[in-house]
């Protein structure tokens, strides 16, 4: 079977969601300062958009966590002596998906048995200074005096790479650029590590019809695995008008015929794409409109009636046709190409020839 | 029998003929809770009193042999005033007269568990459901065993300005001799608290009030 493109998007954007929960009780009054001292260091420490709430035991009310260190003198008052009671919390909590809880305080929670095998009990951290929280719930988590870190161990687990691909695939274009093309074995696959972001629309050159499997490596050494959707196609991006003089160039260039530089005066070869006499020591693009626009990576050039165009390729990979790719990895552009015979994607050579064609009236050149 | 819930889901009963409903059940550690949590008028050492008298079984884990320690025992009168106050000002104990007229009617009624099933499903809140079905599972022959009149607590009661305690506890609890319809039980102090008394509140039905089943 011949590959075909398959656009594919990967959600891996928002970290677990957190709630703390803090004891202001009689049992916890005495170490309400390291309770707050270790609720505001893990709330400095978890991504905000992951922080849910900050709770009492006791009270259903969520209080804003951006104000803990300023109004926790308040907030204890308010909720100070309160029954240790996790139920009124729990009814809160207990719809949103996937929440770690983080009980922080000190002496029993009378009524923790009362959620024995609920799923969000087995996502709670019970944090004591000395008296348990859960003396009815052996096989509760329990930290007793423990540091930020060491909760947070328990309560993040995030994602520290992603790897994404197939044997019978390989990517042509994506939007995140913290992913990057690896060469392995088997072909090649996106990379992605520490990033910011996780999430990731690929189009693939595919011989398969599901999407290529992502492996997820987390920060603790665990892996397990996501499949991206199915999505519609990328819009494609607009077209830029070259102007006459530059049309003249590239006609000169498929004609593999020197041309006089716009920028220089100068003659160049005809596969020169960046003039090194401007006196800018990168030298600029042979054509001033994308130069103008800092354009970087593949560039496809269209000559048909009238002026000619360019639309910029933000991605390191490029399908040339059907069954071939051109593919930057590191300094280098490779063509990829894909045999029917094993149903996988090989390197076939290391060089790219500027204005390689893609079509009757479309080229593809690297800036 | 028409039916009502409180505001903490447990359900009221009132009889044919009764201008008063009365609570199922004795009131719950589960309803006292929602107390505590909701007015923040008692803490943990407050609580700690009474659960050192009879200590507090999860709805989730109770068998017949704890099916006392779901009901909140040990307080005084007062307390349970405020108690009532917050579940609705309409509440308040029963008298020694309407405690012994309701358990006179269900003494005499065969309980049957398939009867229980239309207020099982009533319900509006998970926890009273299930305390329900499991207490239906105990064997109970009448209805003033499954509500607990005869078996459960001793249940504070009024007479006139005074309070007192009407019941007959299974003597594993609370050994006793005592006829709820012959002996109204005394407490030796009103300062000291006492692991078998509890209590169920009554509202009184308005004229033409529909009921919720």
Known sequence: ?367 | MRLWFDKTGFPLLALPGFGFRAHLLPVTKLQLERFLADTNEFSDSWYDELLLLNERMSHRRFADQTREQLFATGLFPHEITQFAAWLGLEFRLPTVEEWRALYTVLDRLEFNPAQLQPIIDACPRAKPKAILTQLATCGFRTWAEFTLMRGGLVEWVTNGQKFVGLGCPRTSFQPNLWDPMLDTIIPLSLTERIHFFGFRLVSDIQPDEPAEQ
């Open chain 1, 1 to 367: 079977m011949h590959p075909v493109l398959l656009h594919t998007i990967l959600r891996l954007d928002k970290s677990a969601p957190v709630a703390l929960v803090l004891d202001a009780s009689e049992s916890a009054a005495e170490h309400w300062p390291a309770i707050a001292q270790l609720g505001a260091e893990l709330l400095d420490n978890l991504p905000p958009d992951s922080i849910h709430g900050v709770f009492f035991l006791g009270n259903s009310t969520n209080y804003p966590p951006t104000k803990l260190k300023t109004a926790q003198a308040e907030w204890f008052t308010e909720n100070k002596a309160r029954a240790s009671l996790i139920t009124p919390v729990f009814d809160v909590l207990v719809a949103v998906p996937d929440l770690r809880v983080v009980i922080i305080g000190n002496g029993r929670i009378y009524d923790l048995p009362d959620w024995d095998g609920e799923p969000i009990l087995e996502r709670c951290v019970f944090v004591d200074f000395g008296q348990p929280l859960t003396p009815d719930l052996p096989s509760a988590h329990r930290l007793s005096a423990p540091s930020a870190q060491a909760v947070l161990q328990l309560i993040r687990d995030p994602v520290s790479q992603v790897e994404l691909g197939a044997p019978s695939a390989i990517p042509v274009w994506w939007d995140n650029l913290d992913y990057r093309p690896v060469e392995t074995a088997t072909g090649v696959i996106l990379r992605a590590e520490n990033a910011r972001q996780l999430t990731v629309r690929v189009t693939w050159l595919t011989a398969e019809a599901a999407p290529p499997t992502a492996k997820l490596t987390l920060a603790s050494g665990k892996t397990t695995s996501a499949l991206p959707e199915m999505c519609a196609a990328p819009p494609e991006p607009e077209w830029i008008e070259l102007s006459a003089e530059e049309t003249t160039l590239l006609k000169s260039a498929l004609a593999r015929q020197q041309f006089k530089c716009l920028l220089c005066g100068a003659t160049h070869d005809w596969d020169t794409v960046r003039c090194l006499e401007t006196g800018s020591i990168l030298g600029q693009l042979v054509y001033p409109c994308l130069d103008r626009i800092r354009a970087t990576g593949f560039v496809v050039l269209r000559l048909a009636n009238g002026p000619a165009r360019a639309r910029l390729h933000r991605a390191s990979a490029l399908q040339l046709s059907r069954d071939s790719v051109a593919l930057k990895l590191g300094h280098k552009i490779c063509i990829w190409r894909f045999d029917v015979n094993t149903g996988r994607w090989i390197r076939q050579s290391d060089s790219f020839d500027q204005y390689t064609p893609l079509s009757n009236d479309t080229y593809a050149i690297v800036v």
